[in-house]
């Protein structure tokens, strides 16, 4: 599903118009950007926890040459989910 099929399966379901509900999500997305850059984790009642991690820095071997190169800490984005989703996937999806 892309962001246009999101926005308009939205809209259907709350009954909002696809202009007004396109502004509600990028609000949503904005607020958890900001959330994130603070450095703080988002948590979605019921569907799971946003949150940045700190990658350590690692040693990666190019398997073409075998060259040794230190790749840098970085920051990246995890999701975990709730147990009634996990549930959900394990049984093959929504009942």
Request: charged share 25%; no cysteine; net charge positive.
């Amino acid at each position: 599903m892309n962001n246009k099929e999101f926005i308009a399966a939205l809209a259907n379901k709350t009954g909002f118009s696809q202009e007004n509900t396109q502004k509600y999500v990028k609000t949503v997305i904005a607020a958890m950007g900001d959330s994130f850059e603070d450095g703080n984790p988002v948590q979605v009642n019921g569907f799971g926890t946003f949150e940045v991690k700190k990658r350590l820095e690692r040693v990666m071997v190019n398997p073409g040459t075998g060259q040794r190169m230190l790749v840098p800490p970085k920051l990246v984005l995890n999701f975990r989910p709730t147990a009634s989703i996990k549930e959900q996937l394990k049984k093959g999806g929504v009942e």
